[in-house]
């Protein structure tokens, strides 16, 4: 008998397990050997739900746990936790590693050799090269082993009495950026009862939107009891005794803070593909091919946060890390690398988001985007209603939508409103798959009744709107 093939799995959460998992169905442990590495203690776990399990909506860390290390071995996947993969040998077909002990040294590096590999490695949170940036109560938030320093440390804080600017009993917390991963601490921040201030370098909150959708969120954030300060880019953390973070400059003033938490993003952690000559596009992410092949590689794979996908709409290629996309790179790899065929299309670049009770979405490309790629658009904004207006608990949501001149063709959606405007957003998600015109979204037989919606559902009033704008 043939010796089995030996599948190798560089990260351990949804890409990495997700194709490991699918891979196992198709194949069993005589035909296809199985090696996951992860160098953390956990795996297959829902990073979105990180700043809802801080913020007290989830009661528990594992909670958030889909599929344990221990589960997945049971299903005849070696798998191995605190082990970090230090190097790829692409055209030599094996990975080096080493294990990371808890209380000790990291072991010595071996060599585990492939014939088809899977790089799942993930995101890194985004930390800017200032003074203080590593201070102890600086915390990124992109693992399970992240959230818990951050719950770890808010615990602590609550024993610290402060000295010097900024005391008087509540304790302070600054948010540096407010995309998705910002405003969600921001608002778990405020649940634990912080004083929080968020610092952001943009014009508005929210650069995943238009500057004047961003205002909305920034205007209910403020409302909420948040302190946002747009247009001011940090140029410092200060630090106190014992190197504890104290405070958060900016070029205008100065922000005591008993802990700090960076919401500027996340980049693709590739620094061991770069250093094995992988291609790379432009945000450093991971090039493959429809099947998630890193191109130019017949037997190397990726999946995840650490790849560049393909925009449907602008027909580039974009960063975006969402755990959706991340486990459907997952099934495709597994599928493949299984014996059978899969491919993955691309997406349209739809997100949604909340910060207390205020709903946020997108779909497509902003303004920006659309003239970056040159198309020619128009854009509007309808306000509207999550009901019929005349039912109790009807709440007002702004649509904006983008539509190429012309064709009429749905370019993006943007939506920002409270209980029922948040999924209204993969309405436009399917139009956009569908490559719909706004005129023809005016049709759709859409669900209605006045508990759940108007007559002419907010959406289709913003794609009205466009439709008589593109016939001008």
Not at 437 to 460: H, I, K, N, R
Request: negative net charge.
């Amino acid at each position: 008998m043939p010796a089995a093939r030996r599948m190798v799995v560089v990260g351990g959460d949804a890409a990495g397990m997700t194709a490991a998992s699918q891979a196992r169905r198709l194949r069993g442990p005589d035909e296809l050997e199985i090696v996951a590495f992860e160098r953390g203690d956990f795996t297959s776990y829902s990073a979105c739900g990180i700043p809802y399990w801080i913020g007290g909506d989830v009661g528990e860390r594992d909670a958030l746990i889909a599929r344990t290390p221990q589960e997945h071995r049971e299903r005849g996947i070696d798998l191995r936790t605190r082990t970090e993969v230090t190097a790829i040998d692409a055209d030599g077909g094996r990975v080096r590693a080493r294990e990371l002990p808890r209380d000790a040294p990291p072991g010595p590096e071996f060599w585990t050799g492939f014939d088809d590999l899977v790089i799942a490695t993930g995101a890194r949170p985004r930390r800017p090269r200032l003074p203080g940036i590593d201070a102890e109560g600086v915390h990124g938030v992109q693992s399970l082993e992240d959230g818990q320093a951050v719950l770890d440390d808010l615990d602590a804080s609550q024993g610290r009495r402060r000295t010097g600017p900024g005391n008087g009993g509540t304790r302070k917390a600054v948010v540096v950026g407010a995309g998705y991963i910002g405003v969600e601490m921001a608002e778990a921040l405020l649940l634990r009862g912080f004083g929080v201030t968020v610092l952001e370098g943009a014009p508005q909150p929210m650069t995943t939107l238009d500057p004047d959708m961003g205002e909305l969120v920034r205007d209910a954030m403020c409302g909420m009891g948040m302190e946002v300060v747009t247009g001011a880019p940090v140029t410092a953390v200060e630090t106190g005794q014992g190197g504890r973070v104290r405070a958060v400059t900016t070029e205008e003033a100065t922000y005591p803070a008993d802990v700090v938490v960076l919401g500027l993003g996340v980049a693709p952690e590739t620094s061991l593909a770069r250093e094995s000559g992988l291609p790379l596009g432009e945000s450093g992410g991971l090039l493959t091919d429809l099947a998630m092949r890193v191109r130019g590689r017949e037997n190397i794979w990726a999946g995840g946060d650490c790849v560049e996908v393909l925009d449907l709409i602008s027909g580039r290629t974009r960063h975006i890390a969402l755990g959706t996309h991340a486990n459907k790179h997952g099934q495709v790899i597994g599928a493949n690398v299984g014996g059978g065929y899969a491919t993955f299309p691309g997406v349209v670049g739809t997100a949604v988001s909340k910060v207390c009770d205020l709903e946020i979405a997108r779909t497509g490309l902003l303004e920006e985007q659309a003239q970056e790629v040159g198309l020619q658009f128009v854009t509007v904004t309808a306000e509207a209603t999550s009901r019929a207006g005349y039912f109790p608990g009807s709440r007002p949501m702004r649509v904006k939508m983008l539509a190429e001149r012309g064709t009429g063709r749905l370019l993006g959606t943007q939506i920002v409103g409270r209980e029922g405007a948040g999924k209204r957003v993969d309405i436009a998600a399917v139009a956009l798959t569908a490559g719909m015109s706004v005129e023809q979204m005016t049709y759709l037989d859409l669900g209605y009744a006045p508990p759940f919606s108007p007559v002419w559902d907010p959406v289709l009033v913003a794609a009205r709107k466009a439709a008589a704008a593109v016939s001008r």
